[in-house]
């Protein structure tokens, strides 16, 4: 079997092909375009796996992406993405470009080359905010509260009317906050982690009560792995841990593991428009394919701040990037 996976670079992208690789004797092809977030060197150990190959391409790119359908992919797995809320905040232009023009062009080649089924890989914020109670299902509607979150909700409506309009076999995931190894640290836990490792302050927006349901990349990238395998076509599939945390238990919980003090925490302007609490019912995947979650979330967060711990280097070469 040939996988076309989008965005391979990037954080939970990186994971998922390691765990192809791990467990199944298919060709990965991995194109991204190593925008900030895309790195190579997240995908180091694999790079002379003859199962494995790379081409630096963007999503948006009709004529070099067709060459490669030629060779008769699969599955095209849309991982590519502008990932990150503030930067939307900041300019949601490219947003636009890679998340909907780019599903699009993707969508198109899909159809063109007839592959066996398209998976887009979304995200529990098409749905908007909720407040204390209840859980978003599929059929939730869409009310995204900021650019990022507009554009994965419209890319998901293209992959819709692709499959009701010209019968293109799809599925659509969508997950909760990842935290795991790979992680570009401009997401809440490896900035965290990496600033008290350097004892700098911890920027917390607001007062820190805003609610995320945190899932341990593994464990998503088994769902997507299942979803891909053996989903329906048509059908989307949310995914979460059950496991809510409001984001100063999140930071209280860095800093405690890393026996940092509190006085590192330091209340900054909340985000624009930021969404209070994301919460989804994954009762779908488990009932219809079998998955659940296998990392407890305090285990899984040793695991990571180990790795983090481990891979200086690796963080660092970021931070150097970023001056
Ligand atoms: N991080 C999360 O918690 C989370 C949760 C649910 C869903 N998602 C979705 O999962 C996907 C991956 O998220 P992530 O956190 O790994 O993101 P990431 O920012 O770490 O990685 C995104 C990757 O896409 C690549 N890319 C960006 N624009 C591209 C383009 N035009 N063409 C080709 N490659 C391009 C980047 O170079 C990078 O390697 C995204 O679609 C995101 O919306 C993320
Ligand atoms: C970066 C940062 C974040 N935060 C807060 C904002 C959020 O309430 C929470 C998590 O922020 P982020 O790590 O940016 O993640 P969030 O905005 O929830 O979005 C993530 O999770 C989404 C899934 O819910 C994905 O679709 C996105 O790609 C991913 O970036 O922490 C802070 O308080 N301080 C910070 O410096």
Redesign the pocket.
């Known amino acids: 079997m040939k996988i076309l996976v989008t965005g391979g670079a990037g954080f939970i992208g990186s994971n998922f092909i390691h765990y192809q690789l791990e467990n199944y004797d298919d060709q990965i092809i991995n194109i991204d375009k190593l925008s900030y977030a895309g790195n190579l060197d997240n995908l180091k150990d694999v790079e002379t796996n003859p199962n494995y190959e790379f081409r630096e391409l963007d999503i948006c790119n009709r004529e070099k992406i067709d060459q490669i359908m030629h060779r008769g992919i699969d599955y095209i797995v849309n991982f590519a993405?502008e990932?990150?809320?503030?930067r939307s905040i900041e300019d949601p232009s490219v947003f636009v470009k890679t998340n909907i023009a780019g599903t699009q062009n993707l969508l198109d080649l899909a159809l063109k080359f007839g592959v066996k089924k398209f998976i887009q890989i979304s995200?529990?914020?098409v749905y908007g905010s909720l407040g204390k109670n209840d859980k978003f299902s599929e059929d939730s509607i869409l009310n995204p509260s900021n650019p990022?979150?507009a554009s994965?909700a419209s890319a998901d409506l293209l992959v819709k009317s692709y499959f009701k309009t010209y019968n293109l076999p799809i599925n659509i995931t969508r997950?909760?906050?990842?935290f795991g190894p790979y992680q570009y640290p401009?997401?809440?836990?490896p900035?965290?982690i990496i600033n008290a490792l350097q004892d700098e302050k911890?920027?917390?927006?607001?007062d820190?009560s805003?609610i995320?349901d945190w899932i341990y990349v593994k464990d998503h990238c088994k769902a997507v792995d299942l979803v891909m395998r053996k989903g329906e076509s048509g059908e989307i599939y949310n995914i979460g841990a059950d496991n809510e945390k409001t984001?100063i238990e999140i930071t209280r919980l860095i800093l405690s593991l890393l026996s940092k003090t509190e006085l590192l925490i330091k209340h900054?302007k909340d985000?624009k428009g930021?969404?209070y609490r994301?919460a989804v019912d994954s009762s779908k995947i488990k009932e219809k394919l079998g998955w659940e979650t296998e990392f407890d979330f305090e285990n899984a967060m040793r695991k990571t701040l180990n790795w983090y711990l481990d891979h200086k280097k690796w963080w660092q070469k970021i931070i150097n990037e970023q001056k």
């Open positions: 993405a990932s990150h809320v503030d995200t529990d914020e990022y979150a994965k997950c909760s906050n990842n401009e997401k809440l836990i900035l965290f911890l920027p917390l927006y607001g820190g805003n995320r984001n900054v985000r930021h969404d994301y």
